[in-house]
Every structure is written in C-alpha cells, then in structure tokens.
C-alpha cells in the first residue's frame, strides 16, 4: 500500500503560494509533491506523516555524521547560541577552525570563512581576477559551483552562453567551458587565451554530473597548466572538502596543491557556511588587507564556527573516515553486483563515502583507457571501464529513468535519495 504522505502534499499546496515552487533551493521541488521532513534519527529521517526513510540525501553534503550531533558538537552549538546568536566582532571559535584547518590542509595557510559555497567560489573568482589582473576564467562541463554569474555557463570555449536567463551574455564571455578529464582541451584553451585566464575552477571530483572521478594525471596537468601561464588553480571542494581523503581532502587523496581552495558543508557543522583558503600571500589580497573586496555580515557565525569546529575535531579523534569509507565501499560493491547481474548497462561510480548510480552510456561506445584491465573485479579500484569520463557521459545518458525507477520506487520503499541523476549521493 502506498505510504500516507497527506501532511506532505498539505504543506506543499501552502508552501507553493508562497514560495516560488514551493521552496527555498531548486533541487528540493521534487514531483508530484516534495517530501516534507519534520526531524531526523541517525542516518533517517521523518516526515510530517510520520513515514521514516533511509536518507542518502545528507543534507546534499554537509551531514558526514548523519543527523545525530554527537554530544561535543551539541554542546558546542548550544553553548555558542545561548551566548548570543552574533556579535559582528571576531570571536576565538574563528580562529580556531581557522587553525584547525591550516594544521590539516597544507595548501591552505589562510582562509576566510564566508556562508556559502556559492559565495566562497564568487569570492576565490574574484580573488583570482584581482590576483592576476585577468578576467576569463576555465571551468569543467558538468562542473557546479554554485548559483553564481561566472559560472552558470554551458558550450565550449568557443560559445561559451548562460546556462539561466538574468545572466548576460558579456559575462558569460568571461567563462571558457572545457571538458574534464581532456587534458588536451585544457591545453588548447590555454594555447587561445592562456595570456587572459585569471584560473581553472574545478572540482576535484564532478559531484554534480553523477560522480566523475578524474583519471591519473588530471590534475597535475591542471597544476602544470596554471603554473606555465601564470593563472591560479583553483580547487572547488565544497563537497569533497573533509569528505573525500579525510581531513586532508580529496587534494591530499590525489597528491595535488591548489593554489586557492573553496569549502563548503562539512566544515560547518551543519550551518550555513562557506570558506576560500590558500597560500597566503594569495588569500591576503582579500580586503582590508588587499584590494579584492569581500565582506559579510553572517561570515565567520560563531554557532556555524563552533559547530564546524567540534565536527572536524570529532572526526580527528574518532575513526570516521575509516567507518564512513567502508560503508561506502560495501554499499558500492553489493551495488556493482547487483548492477552486473540485473542491468549491466548501470554503472556504479563513487568513492569514500559518495555513491551514485548513472544510466549513462555504458557498454555503448569506446571503453574508456584510463584503468590497466579489468577493474570491475577489483573493487578497490574506483574507475571501471564503463566509468564517465566528463560531464556529459552522464548527461547523455538515459537520466530520465531517474524519474521513473527512483523517484516513486524508491522512496515507497523507504529510501530517499537525491531527485535527478546529477546530485551525489552519501552514506553516513
Ligand atoms: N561548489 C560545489 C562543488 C557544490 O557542490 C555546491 C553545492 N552543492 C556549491 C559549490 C554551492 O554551495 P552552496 O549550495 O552552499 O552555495
């Protein structure tokens, strides 16, 4: 029998005469009607029907330890809110996630903690503009780096077009669309403009086009690249940032070094937060001590700080990683069996603890050299011959099965997941 979700459809009916589609970021207006969640326990949640499901949603990222605060991360954002909610001067808790985050990220010797991803990759677009005097800027298809004008662009290098209207095209111009994984397109671009890039803004990992994982060598040639025509690198890792490679992050997990990295999610515990770090003589061009302007009211939140703080701290005394990772790896594992057997044409993708399923066009055209042989019986290896290499082996392929198999599937069985084939999806 279908699940009662009456209370779900009645919140949607008011939230939708109100709100533009019903709510407050697009990927939650999911059909016929969202899922309105009252609380969560653990790795669930409720909704206002009282139905409970399994939760791979995550908050889109920053919940690594699921919806349970351990008691320290409790106790630290009571403590900081019944404190007073903001003050507008510097606080300790600042410094401290500040420290914390320079100790276990060698490229970043700086940061300035802002309350977004979107506004940390506006900001490190900007520092980067205002770093090299230049104005284009190279970014991955497929790539996502938040609702900002320089990066809400799709096409080539070449016709490079806004990818939202309210965007013009001048700006668009601005942006030069490569693909991922295609080292020789990097270079051209770079051959054509190299003299006007300012930088390349990539993810480590796509984590809005399914899960792109990059092959050996990508992003040295990244690094390379920038280094040969004097544009930063920089490392988009609001997702992957205490994520992927633990505390070191995906850059320590591939062995690269970003000039400028941005974070996001996990770093703040939980609360709204962003954060653009990297070496210092890069980061201090960042106003009053430089002439890149940046400024927030909310930035640096001591509730958000505190919570970031005494997350990673968690994470740093306890063995998360090795826990969340292996979930991930045998939550990918029995997938890849049971895709091998039921429906080879899937391809399970992911690593850590990210996981996603893509219907894209696996078995079907050229397989891919990036791995020696046969990885799909090795499961410690993360890229199977049917792995998408760039954005758009995703894109292309039958994403609307989504809709069809997941949404209404799996969600009466009591599993939510992410509403399209894009987003990543995460264990906890
Ligand atoms: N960069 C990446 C890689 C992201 O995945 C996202 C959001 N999922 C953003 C930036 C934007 O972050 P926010 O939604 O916090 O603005």
């Given at each position: 029998m279908a699940r009662n979700r009456e209370n779900s459809r009645a919140l949607y009916d008011r939230a939708l005469s109100v709100m533009p589609a019903g709510v407050?970021?697009?990927?939650?207006?999911?059909?016929?009607?969202p899922t309105f969640v009252r609380s969560g326990d653990g790795a669930h949640v409720i909704d206002h029907d009282g139905n409970r499901y399994l939760d791979y949603v995550m908050g889109y990222g920053p919940l690594l330890l699921g919806h349970d605060m351990p008691e320290s991360v409790a106790a630290a954002v009571q403590r900081a809110a019944s404190e007073?909610?903001?003050?507008?001067a510097p606080t300790e808790v600042e410094v401290d996630l500040a420290e914390f985050v320079v100790r276990h990220v060698p490229s970043v010797e700086m940061i300035r903690f802002v309350n977004s991803g979107t506004e940390a990759t506006v900001s490190a677009v900007r520092l980067a503009r205002g770093h090299t005097g230049r104005n284009k800027i190279v970014v991955m298809q497929g790539g996502y780096h938040g609702a900002q004008e320089s990066t809400l662009v799709e096409g080539d290098a070449e016709h490079p077009r806004p990818s939202?209207?309210?965007?013009?095209q001048s700006f668009a111009e601005h942006t030069l669309p490569v693909p991922f994984n295609d080292e020789e397109a990097l270079r051209e671009v770079f051959e054509r403009h190299g003299d006007d890039i300012a930088c390349v803004l990539?993810?480590?990992?796509?984590?809005?086009?399914g899960i792109v994982m990059p092959e050996e060598g990508y992003h040295e040639a990244i690094r390379e690249t920038c280094d040969e025509y004097g544009a930063l690198y920089v490392?988009?890792?609001?997702?992957?940032?205490?994520?992927?490679?633990?505390?070191?992050c995906a850059q320590g997990k591939f062995g690269v070094t970003p000039d400028v990295t941005t974070f996001g999610k996990i770093v703040g515990g939980g609360f709204p937060v962003g954060a653009i770090g990297g070496r210092s003589e890069i980061i201090e061009q960042?106003?009053?001590?430089?002439?890149?302007f940046q400024s927030g009211t909310?930035?640096?939140?001591p509730v958000t700080m505190a919570a970031g703080l005494a997350t990673l701290e968690f994470c740093a005394e306890n063995d998360v990683y090795d826990h969340v990772n292996a979930l991930g790896e045998r939550l990918r594992e029995g997938l890849t069996d049971i895709v091998a057997d039921r429906a080879p044409e899937y391809t399970v993708v992911g690593t850590d603890s990210m996981f996603k399923v893509v219907f894209g066009r696996a078995n079907t055209g050229p397989q891919s050299?990036?791995?020696?042989?046969?990885?799909?019986?090795?499961?410690?290896?993360?890229?199977?011959?049917?792995?998408?290499?760039?954005g758009a082996d995703v894109a292309d392929g039958e994403t609307q099965r989504w809709d069809r198999l997941f949404r209404p599937f799996m969600e009466e069985q009591g599993i939510l997941l992410p509403a399209n084939q894009m987003e990543s999806q995460f264990v906890s």
């Open positions: 407050n970021s697009s990927v939650r207006a999911t059909q016929p009607y007073g909610p903001m003050y507008g939202t209207s309210g965007i013009p990539t993810e480590p990992i796509l984590g809005n086009s490392l988009d890792e609001v997702i992957t940032g205490f994520r992927v490679g633990g505390l070191g960042f106003s009053p001590s430089g002439d890149v909310f930035s640096g939140h050299d990036c791995c020696s042989a046969g990885c799909r019986q090795d499961p410690t290896c993360e890229r199977s011959p049917d792995c998408p290499k760039t």
